[in-house]
């Protein structure tokens, strides 16, 4: 479920692309209920709950990136431009508006004059500027590899930003919507960086409140808020509670608004009269990564069978309780350019015993599945597909490494095959799909050590076409690819599950995870 | 655990010459406790027989169902029977608990004896090993070592040897240390006998009934160590039934069907209390006011 960490070898394949992401083909988000029709006027005050399993990690947005942190400081720190409510195209926030050169190398970002920082000072392009150059100055250790373009920013005037690029590259906006590029006061207000992420000031609709340490943090309504009338909540506090059926009575009895990632087992039985179960359309896709620097899985015939094993329903089913759907395609239904009628391999003993036949192992052979311990899914998903593998004489042995071993396990490239997930950051295909098929961006395409020419060459031309036709083309030919290659075996894409009180209105996840919470109420 | 694992000697009663002769199917605990023991044991021997269902048998289509004529018990997450598998779970975790105590009981009651009855230098090097294993948690020391090793059985059985052979050798040392000041290992070794000897014919046998009576409160520690591995999914391998895994996979459904957790639980109970009651049995039967 946690967001990937790219390494800085891949800013340089990092897209160039369109802008009109928003225009551009793509699936309808699936399984969806997310839709909420609130009506009534918004009630002021009152204090959101959120119960979640694990604590934040730090305020610090460009060096963070775990799910909890993130969804927690957005809520204080705002970007120039944030993700549409569909997830798929950007909307101006801090700005106002934008121009492009001619030769689309420069971006001439202009400011909505007149906001403040919970602090009370006026944000100006001083501070824009400051917070752009801080996240790429930290490439190397957090997100600033997303800025690897940018040559120089600059700020002419008080409410004049200038973007000057190395290179054409589309995506900048898609970019600066990052919540890494979210915009904090000229040198941090005088502090350390340190000191400044102790209290973080930004433009957001809510300002620091206090912070225990694994038990609580409590975030209160910025006064200063440039959004006249929001946020309608007086604080908002995410509470620690590790465990699932703990966080669902808490719901339920009233001590907790919101239960933040139910488990799907008991996801039926969170909702009540009370409390509203729901699914939001996510960009999360689950799949088998097989290490192809172990044999026999350089074989792309071993790769295709043991896709056509894997019967992807019985796991929807037993491990989303079919809430989500079977994967067909390396992108997610949520992400631009996603094509619907990909061949994705599924379930096929016919396939699965031809492939079997022309591979290097036609009798079978013994291999591992490694995942990291303590996720009920994954042994769940693990076990259907020792089940589906052993009438093929595939051995399976499950492979249980705790989660920072079990990452380290992946990017050392020491596992044959194993259960991984990712969800996009930005609302553009190509911050997965280089990390995935381009043994060049350091990830070793996924840590599989996948290397198809074609599919790198499709990956390189559709970051840099800028017309969105050509590139949706590209991207067709791309899912076709891997389909065809199975570098993955694609599963399910989950949508986000949430638990959320009937008194709590207007609550939304995007499907890149994050849920703004200004014009979220609580009705008494 | 600790109060299961405390040593007891029997002082009850001040009458020691009418218990002196009470048999040992007169003792009311062994007998329960081997009654209790015996049943878990035979069930374990006896489960590819009587189990209803191939514990590793996936039926998603009948998944999580309550408990019926087919399933007694119902059905876990994946549609295997949980009656099944908690009785294929008693194979692994009875089978591990038992031979996991061999390897520290022989080794640890060696080194103990040896550190009793020679003492001197011998005794300062073995004890201030012991003093480095058992200034680490016993749980933080089997995690670490299982991590190390790898998941699976033989990773359990070596952890286990590796943490738990400390008690046997303080328990044994002590017991020597006492016996070696006694008038007949004094007599045995004046009278010319080499001290293997006298080890191991005189002290040993006098000695050994203590490191027994521990072992079985050990038995159920080492159940303990593989459930709760198991349940911290560094333990048996999936799919294999196991109690520690059942427990921690029906984890997620304890408000619904909380019977699927707390079955294995209470398996894991019913035979920490027979060893118990063994393990005192022998206690009042070995001690040696009895054997005086």
């Known amino acids: 479920m946690k967001r990937k960490v790219l390494s800085l070898t891949t800013v340089g394949a990092l897209a160039v692309g369109s802008v009109a992401l928003s225009a551009c083909s793509g699936g309808a988000a699936g399984g969806a209920s997310g839709a909420q029709t609130d009506g009534g006027t918004p009630v002021k005050g009152g204090n959101l709950v959120v119960a979640r399993a694990q604590d934040a990690k730090s305020m610090n947005n460009i060096l963070t990136f775990d799910n909890t942190s993130i969804f927690t400081f957005e809520q204080m720190l705002q970007p120039l431009f944030t993700v549409t409510a569909d997830g798929k195209g950007t909307t101006p926030l801090l700005a106002k508006g934008y121009t492009i050169s001619a030769d689309k190398m420069t971006y001439t970002i202009n400011l909505k004059p007149g906001i403040k920082f919970s602090s009370g000072t006026e944000m100006t392009s001083a501070d824009v500027k400051f917070s752009i150059d801080q996240d790429t100055k930290y490439a190397s250790t957090g997100w600033g590899y997303i800025n690897g373009a940018i040559k120089q920013v600059s700020a002419p005037s008080k409410y004049v930003v200038v973007v000057k690029l190395k290179h054409p590259w589309a995506p900048l906006i898609a970019d600066l919507a990052l919540f890494s590029n979210a915009v904090v006061p000229n040198n941090y207000g005088g502090k350390t960086m340190d000191a400044f992420y102790q209290a973080p000031v930004g433009t957001g609709p809510f300002k620091w409140g206090e912070w225990k340490r694994g038990q609580y943090l409590k975030l209160v309504a910025n006064p200063n808020y440039w959004q006249t009338g929001y946020p309608h909540l007086q604080s908002v506090t995410f509470n620690v509670v590790p465990d699932s059926n703990t966080r669902k009575l808490q719901v339920q009895g009233g001590q907790a608004d919101i239960d933040e990632y139910p488990d799907w087992s008991t996801f039926q039985s969170v909702g009540s009269s009370a409390v509203n179960a729901k699914t939001f359309p996510s960009t999360e896709l689950d799949y088998v990564a097989f290490n192809e620097a172990k044999k026999p899985f350089q074989d792309v015939h071993v790769r295709r069978a043991i896709s056509a094993m894997i019967d992807r329903q019985s796991i929807v089913k037993a491990v989303l309780f079919n809430h989500g759907t079977a994967a067909n395609s390396l992108l997610m239904p949520g992400v631009p350019f996603y094509q619907k009628s990909t061949p994705g391999i599924t379930k096929d003993a016919a396939l699965a015993k031809k492939e079997m036949s022309l591979s290097s192992v036609p009798n079978g052979f013994s291999t591992s599945l490694l995942i990291p311990s303590g996720d009920a899914s994954k042994l769940t998903t693990a076990q259907i597909i020792q089940s589906d593998l052993k009438p093929y004489n595939i051995n399976v042995t499950i492979k249980q490494l705790d989660p920072t071993a079990n990452h380290n396990a992946q990017q050392n490239m020491q596992y044959e095959m194993g259960l991984s997930a990712w969800t996009m950051d930005i609302p553009d295909p190509d911050e997965w799909t280089s990390f995935a098929v381009d043994p060049a961006g350091g990830a070793k395409s996924a840590y599989t050590n996948y290397s198809s020419a074609t599919a790198i060459k499709l990956n390189r031309e559709a970051e840099q076409t800028v017309d969105p036709t050509k590139r949706a083309a590209l991207y067709n030919q791309l899912q076709n690819v891997t389909a065809h290659d199975a570098p993955l075996a694609f599963l399910y894409y989950a949508p986000f599950a949430y638990g959320v009180s009937s008194n709590v209105h207007k609550f939304q996840v995007t499907p890149l995870g994050n849920y703004p919470l200004a014009d979220v109420w609580k009705s008494k | ?292």
């Open chain 2, 1 to 292: 655990m600790s109060a299961v694992a405390t040593l007891r000697r029997s002082r009850r009663g001040g009458q020691p010459a009418s218990r002196r002769l009470r048999p040992w199917y007169k003792n009311g605990s062994l007998v329960a406790g081997l009654i209790i023991v015996g049943i878990m044991v035979l069930l374990a021997v006896l489960a590819p027989l009587i189990s209803p269902d191939n514990p590793l048998h996936q039926n998603l289509d009948q998944a999580l169902q309550g408990p019926s004529g087919t399933h007694w018990l119902g059905t876990d997450k994946l549609g295997r029977d949980v009656l099944s598998r908690l009785l294929y779970g008693a194979r692994v975790d009875l089978k591990i608990g038992f031979l996991a105590v061999l390897i520290p009981f022989v080794v640890g009651s060696i080194l103990g004896a040896i550190a009793g009855y020679y003492g001197g230098w011998i005794d300062i090097i073995i004890m201030r090993v012991v003093d480095v294993f058992y200034a680490f948690p016993l749980y933080l020391l089997v995690i670490a070592l299982v991590f190390v090793l790898g998941s699976g059985e033989r990773s359990i059985y070596l952890a286990i040897a590796l943490v738990s052979w400390v008690s046997y050798c303080k328990i044994v040392r002590g017991e020597v240390i006492v016996a070696r000041r006694q008038e007949y290992v004094q007599a045995a070794r004046l009278g010319g006998l080499k001290n293997m000897r006298v080890l191991a014919r005189h002290v040993g046998p006098n000695v050994v009934s203590q490191a027994i009576t521990y072992a079985m409160s050990d038995i159920i520690m080492d159940i303990m160590v593989i459930v709760t591995l198991g349940y911290l999914g560094l333990g048996i391998t999936p799919p294999t039934a196991e109690w520690g895994s059942m427990i921690s996979d029906a984890q997620e459904f304890i408000t619904t069907l909380w019977w699927m957790a707390v079955l294995p639980g209470i398996a894991v109970v019913i035979t920490g209390l027979g060893l118990s009651l063994i393990g005192d049995g022998l206690g009042d039967l070995l001690s040696p006011e009895r054997r005086r």
